[in-house]
């Protein structure tokens, strides 16, 4: 399996005002560059990379902005890539402000308008530097023969031709293990605050493991994530369903969340900056020690991951359940599965994310949706019966929603018979190149 990941360097503390500069003002020129091809893309309505690719385009943006055609080329693919990702997020919400229409629920309605995602250079935060790719043609990263300064540094193309800029770059140690490992694709470089970093995507290839079971992972709001192993030739047995439990998190964020509101309310923000910044990396720490568990769980599997994707539309201000939102503003799924994915990439196993919106309404032993919570931890299905632990009934439907039938799966999975077909389900998921 291929593997690529992304190391973010901070740019060395040394380097010169000078060259700040004048990687400031390339930046503002790349980003404006972005804009430009966001507004052709937007007025001729483009969706591939074949019509960007348009002589006229090209030159325009050329003309306009001075850039070198790599350059362009690239602010071309970064305009078009954030309108992909407009549209897609566009048409999501496109579908629950239908869903919520047809139930005529007024107040949600309005909520939910007002969230209407943003064209690219349209929103709140369309004055923001957009970190571009450097690839070959613009820009690479090397060793340092001033091994005492940095052992790596990058140079990349300015406005002026032909003139090229070295900066000193501050790895890590680790970072540099990983940079040593792989092949170098190609960097962004990206600024927080006033600092810049090169953000160095590393390729590497690891010998995949075997898939010779699924384990399926609910990412949940009251508990890091509740995995359930799924074996083609045995039952669920007890030692198959584990839980990750974030106790630690919870409370070293509470502590800093007591901390943040404390520096708020005596005004302090430079104080108030740093603690925000180390919460955040807090909270980066525990996502990446769950990643961890999960892959260390998961040897020779086919890891199926999902999350309430919803909950977020769901939730909104004033639906009276103010609990459950201030819980979800700990979660960051997105980064979780993130991790999970590199985590699990580094020892050669996949991760799939299904579209399993409803793994936790459905009773996964007869897949119907006729199901209530009696308690947050408990489901009960009016159709067959079933008392469950909600959070491993969701686990064991998100894990078994890619077999060949996802309905009555849990009958698959118990019942005598059936279970000699689940081989070949599990070969035909990974035939077709799961
Ligand atoms: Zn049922």
């Known amino acids: 399996m291929l593997v690529q990941r992304t190391v973010k360097v901070p740019i060395h503390y040394a380097t010169t005002k000078n060259k700040l500069h004048v990687l400031d003002r390339l930046t503002a020129r790349l980003t404006y560059a972005v804009k430009l091809w966001s507004e052709i893309i937007e007025r001729h309505g483009i969706r591939t990379r074949r019509k960007l690719q348009q002589l006229e385009y090209q030159h325009s943006v050329r003309d306009q902005t001075g850039l070198s055609a790599g350059f362009v080329q690239q602010c071309g693919n970064q305009a078009l890539w954030m309108w992909e990702s407009y549209r897609e997020l566009h048409s999501k919400w496109q579908k629950v402000v239908g869903k919520v229409r047809a139930r005529g629920n007024e107040s949600w309605l309005r909520k939910l308008l ?22 070959y043609r613009t820009g690479e990263v090397q060793q340092s023969e ?139 720490y525990y996502d990446r020690l769950t990643a961890n568990q999960i892959a ?10 999902g999350y309430p994707k919803w909950i977020k539309y769901e939730n909104y201000r004033g639906n009276g359940k103010r609990k459950l939102r201030r819980l979800m503003t700990r979660w960051t799924y997105g980064r979780i599965i993130r991790y999970v994915r590199e985590e699990c990439a580094e020892k050669g196993i996949k991760v799939i994310r299904p579209d399993e919106r409803w793994s936790s309404m459905t009773c996964h032993r007869c897949g119907s949706r006729n199901t209530e919570r009696p308690t947050q931890s408990a489901i009960y299905c009016y159709n067959c019966g079933l008392v469950y632990n909600a959070d491993f009934n969701a686990a064991i439907n998100i894990g078994s929603s890619i077999l060949a039938e996802p309905r009555s799966r849990g009958v698959q999975l118990n019942h005598p018979e059936l279970r000699m077909n689940q081989p070949e389900r599990l070969v035909s998921a990974g035939a077709i190149g799961l």
């Not at 007002?114 to 450097?134: A, D, M, V, Y």
């Not at 792989?182 to 970093?197: A, S």
């Not at 260390?296 to 991951?305: G, N, P």
């Open 114 to 135: 007002e969230r209407e995602p943003s064209k690219p250079f349209h929103g709140k935060n369309s004055n923001r530097k957009i970190p571009t790719r450097f690839d």
């Open 146 to 284: 001033h091994a005492k300064l940095s052992p790596l540094l990058i140079r990349v193309s300015t406005l002026k031709k032909h003139e090229k800029l070295t900066i000193f770059l501050n790895p890590p140690n680790y970072h540099l293990e990983f940079l040593k490992r792989g092949e170098i694709r190609d960097f962004q470089l990206v600024k927080h605050g006033k600092k810049y970093y090169a953000h160095i995507v590393v390729q590497y290839e690891v010998e995949d493991q075997p898939i010779r079971a699924v384990r399926g992972v609910d990412l949940g709001i009251r508990r890091s994530a509740a995995t359930v192993l799924l074996r083609p030739d045995r039952p669920l047995m007890r030692r198959d369903f584990s839980i990750i439990r974030d106790g630690l998190k919870r409370q070293r964020l509470n502590q800093l969340n007591k901390r943040v509101t404390e520096l708020q309310q005596n005004k302090k923000w430079e104080a108030l900056k740093r603690m925000r910044r180390k919460r955040r990396r807090v909270a980066e």
């Open 296 to 305: 260390d769980i998961s040897s020779e599997c086919l890891v199926v991951i």
